[in-house]
């Protein structure tokens, strides 16, 4: 997909939110990512 270098917090949006929290728990993400 197509994505702004300079806006690392749009990738976030890709995600749903359990789909964050999921990596969250397993470690592929910073607690406050």
């Known amino acids: 997909?197509?994505?702004k270098?300079?806006?690392r917090g749009d990738?976030?949006?890709r995600?749903?939110?359990s789909q964050?929290?999921?990596l969250?728990?397993?470690?592929?993400i910073p607690?406050?990512?």
């Open 20 to 22: 964050v929290d999921w």
């Open 1 to 3: 997909w197509d994505f």
């Open 15 to 17: 995600f749903t939110l």
């Open 24 to 28: 969250k728990d397993n470690k592929h």
């Open 11 to 13: 990738i976030v949006w």
């Open 31 to 33: 607690k406050d990512f």
């Open 5 to 7: 270098q300079t806006e």
